[in-house]
């Protein structure tokens, strides 16, 4: 229930991606579930996102609302649209409609000119604001794509009277994503220092700037999606070159897990697999795993460990070890895999196939990105494997743990702060964790887990405690609250009486409660 004593906050979420309307990763169950918690803590949260044509207007009564906005560029005037719906947990979106940079592209991202396109979002949202009655509180902008409006608001936007009031929460969900290049193909003299003013959409800057650094640099509080992360980032092996300026802006930096929204991933209201179960009926979900094998052509037996991965086919998520160690431990050990995934790296696609030509008993699954088929491995598998070579937060190992799978992780970001050693002795820990990204190191914990299967009734006591572990959104939506509210005070004393903003670049404020990086 909404506690009446608390500051209501008007927030607004500027994001590329929400779910269900256009979503392409974890940023988008974020934007849809962060929102959906704070509603229900008291608070009017509203999403700015663009239309893409993908979104079905009929399935969310989409309506215009808003007719006429325009942004002046040195080639022409662009004009675009709000169009307005609601989705699940009555959240108000507003969707930003343009034809040439939304509404005639098929997908999110990929394009040769999605700088202009991410520029113009954040700089919309606050053409939007200025003629819309409703004035937030706090923008909460998400990845380099947003990052803009951050760097607008305290430039081309600070006389605003109305705008400059308006604080800023940036949240880094991936630091190695900064803009329309690789940051490790980008040579020192091609660098975006984040400072300049760039005001024409069609300037050439627009393509090389760094939305990252702009969101970091300009926003009153910057975070990212785990504490772990947070600490990873300010170095240089997780850095992605901006880790110099995360140590330099750590008095602003902050860390909050990711919640799972168990209204969307539940295994006894789940529509997609084959039969709900939950913790107290896990003879169901054995139920799943014969489906499983049945319809993917592998021997079908309870009793046969089934291993599972879900998600992405990057250097991320670690393929290259599943890659290198699978084939080794499939020939002498007794296991079956299931894999769904794919819009990442050719190569993979191309090994999994021969492999499932291969092994047609032992190894089954899907070879493109299928919501469907990922839940119903979450729900079939005994194992999940999550090797990531780095991972911010990770959502895949909580949607396993609540459907009784067990993890497998590399002891990194989010994964850290989440999955601890699993010891059969003192029934500590929710995983098999490996320190070293190697191969070894990998196979050594995939045996742990097969082994540990062996114990039955000690298994179903360990998957009944994963399945009975809270990782939902209450805490870290309190969590933000109290980070909206130090953005808030923050941005404060960055106005004048005349209610302009100081100066870009203040004196750190001191006493701010901080990370430390070498913890
Ligand atoms: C990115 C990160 C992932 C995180 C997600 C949502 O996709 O790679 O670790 O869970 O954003 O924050």
């Given at each position: 229930?909404?506690?009446?004593?608390?500051?209501?906050?008007?927030?607004?979420?500027?994001?590329?991606?929400?779910?269900?309307?256009s979503?392409?990763?974890?940023?988008?169950?974020?934007?849809?579930?962060?929102?959906?918690?704070?509603?229900?803590?008291?608070?009017?949260?509203?999403?700015?996102?663009?239309?893409y044509g993908s979104i079905e207007?009929?399935?969310?009564?989409?309506?215009?609302?808003?007719?006429?906005?325009?942004?002046?560029?040195?080639?022409?005037?662009?004009?675009?649209?709000?169009?307005?719906?609601?989705?699940?947990?009555?959240?108000?979106?507003?969707?930003?409609?343009?034809?040439?940079?939304?509404?005639?592209r098929a997908n999110v991202?990929?394009?040769?000119?999605?700088?202009?396109?991410?520029?113009?979002?954040?700089?919309?949202?606050?053409?939007?604001?200025?003629?819309?009655?409703?004035?937030?509180?706090?923008?909460?902008?998400?990845?380099?794509?947003?990052?803009?409006?951050?760097?607008?608001?305290?430039?081309?936007?600070?006389?605003?009277?109305?705008?400059?009031?308006?604080?800023?929460?940036?949240?880094?969900?991936?630091?190695?994503?900064?803009?329309?290049?690789?940051?490790?193909?980008?040579?020192?003299?091609?660098?975006?220092?984040?400072?300049?003013?760039?005001?024409?959409?069609?300037?050439?800057?627009?393509?090389?700037?760094?939305?990252?650094?702009?969101?970091?640099?300009?926003?009153?509080?910057?975070?990212?999606?785990?504490?772990?992360?947070?600490?990873?980032?300010?170095?240089?092996?997780?850095?992605?070159?901006?880790?110099?300026?995360?140590?330099?802006?750590?008095?602003?930096?902050?860390?909050?897990?990711?919640?799972?929204?168990?209204?969307?991933?539940?295994?006894?209201?789940?529509?997609?697999?084959?039969?709900?179960?939950?913790?107290?009926?896990?003879?169901?979900?054995?139920?799943?795993?014969?489906?499983?094998?049945?319809?993917?052509?592998?021997?079908?037996?309870?009793?046969?460990?089934?291993?599972?991965?879900?998600?992405?086919?990057?250097?991320?998520?670690?393929?290259?070890?599943?890659?290198?160690?699978?084939?080794?431990?499939?020939?002498?050990?007794?296991?079956?895999?299931?894999?769904?995934?794919?819009?990442?790296?050719?190569?993979?696609?191309?090994?999994?196939?021969?492999?499932?030509?291969?092994?047609?008993?032992?190894?089954?699954?899907?070879?493109?990105?299928?919501?469907?088929?990922?839940?119903?491995?979450?729900?079939?598998?005994?194992?999940?494997?999550?090797?990531?070579?780095?991972?911010?937060?990770?959502?895949?190992?909580?949607?396993?743990?609540?459907?009784?799978?067990?993890?497998?992780?590399?002891?990194?970001?989010?994964?850290?702060?989440?999955?601890?050693?699993?010891?059969?002795?003192?029934?500590?820990?929710?995983?098999?964790?490996?320190?070293?990204?190697?191969?070894?190191?990998?196979?050594?914990?995939?045996?742990?887990?097969?082994?540990?299967?062996?114990?039955?009734?000690?298994?179903?006591?360990?998957?009944?405690?994963?399945?009975?572990?809270?990782?939902?959104?209450?805490?870290?939506?309190?969590?933000?609250?109290?980070?909206?509210?130090?953005?808030?005070?923050?941005?404060?004393?960055?106005?004048?009486?005349?209610?302009?903003?100081?100066?870009?670049?203040?004196?750190?404020?001191?006493?701010?409660?901080?990370?430390?990086?070498?913890?």
């Amino acid at each position: 229930m909404p506690n009446s004593k608390i500051k209501k906050l008007k927030i607004l979420f500027v994001t590329s991606e929400v779910a269900p309307l256009s979503k392409v990763g974890g940023l988008a169950d974020v934007c849809w579930s962060l929102p959906r918690e704070l509603i229900k803590l008291g608070h009017d949260v509203r999403i700015f996102t663009p239309k893409y044509g993908s979104i079905e207007e009929e399935k969310y009564s989409i309506k215009y609302y808003l007719k006429g906005l325009k942004v002046s560029t040195s080639k022409e005037d662009i004009i675009c649209n709000i169009k307005q719906c609601l989705i699940p947990g009555n959240i108000k979106v507003y969707l930003l409609e343009n034809m040439e940079y939304y509404e005639k592209r098929a997908n999110v991202y990929g394009y040769s000119d999605d700088s202009r396109r991410w520029y113009l979002l954040s700089k919309l949202v606050l053409e939007f604001l200025k003629a819309e009655d409703w004035t937030p509180d706090i923008i909460h902008n998400h990845d380099w794509m947003t990052g803009f409006a951050s760097n607008f608001l305290r430039t081309e936007y600070k006389k605003d009277k109305k705008l400059n009031k308006i604080a800023t929460l940036f949240t880094i969900h991936n630091i190695e994503m900064q803009g329309q290049f690789n940051y490790w193909d980008q040579k020192e003299s091609e660098k975006d220092d984040g400072k300049k003013n760039i005001t024409d959409l069609y300037a050439k800057e627009v393509i090389g700037s760094n939305g990252v650094k702009r969101g970091i640099i300009h926003s009153d509080i910057v975070s990212s999606v785990s504490e772990n992360y947070t600490r990873e980032i300010m170095t240089p092996e997780y850095g992605a070159g901006l880790d110099k300026l995360m140590r330099e802006e750590r008095m602003k930096l902050f860390g909050v897990i990711n919640g799972l929204d168990y209204n969307v991933f539940n295994p006894s209201t789940d529509p997609d697999i084959w039969v709900n179960y939950d913790r107290n009926s896990l003879e169901k979900k054995t139920k799943n795993k014969l489906k499983f094998q049945q319809e993917f052509g592998l021997d079908q037996d309870p009793d046969v460990p089934l291993l599972g991965f879900v998600g992405r086919f990057t250097k991320q998520k670690g393929l290259s070890l599943i890659k290198e160690v699978l084939e080794i431990l499939i020939k002498d050990l007794h296991f079956q895999f299931a894999i769904v995934g794919g819009s990442g790296e050719q190569e993979y696609q191309q090994y999994f196939y021969e492999l499932m030509k291969k092994y047609p008993h032992k190894i089954g699954g899907h070879l493109m990105v299928s919501k469907i088929i990922g839940q119903q491995i979450y729900a079939a598998s005994d194992i999940f494997l999550y090797p990531s070579l780095f991972e911010p937060c990770g959502l895949a190992h909580l949607i396993a743990m609540k459907y009784g799978s067990v993890p497998v992780v590399h002891k990194t970001g989010g994964l850290a702060d989440t999955v601890l050693d699993f010891d059969p002795n003192t029934f500590e820990g929710n995983g098999f964790v490996f320190e070293d990204f190697n191969q070894r190191s990998f196979m050594i914990q995939i045996v742990r887990a097969i082994e540990n299967f062996k114990h039955k009734n000690s298994w179903k006591k360990l998957q009944r405690k994963l399945m009975g572990l809270d990782f939902s959104w209450k805490n870290s939506a309190i969590q933000y609250i109290d980070l909206y509210n130090k953005a808030i005070e923050r941005h404060k004393r960055w106005l004048t009486k005349e209610g302009l903003i100081k100066a870009r670049f203040p004196e750190e404020v001191s006493g701010i409660h901080t990370i430390d990086p070498s913890r």
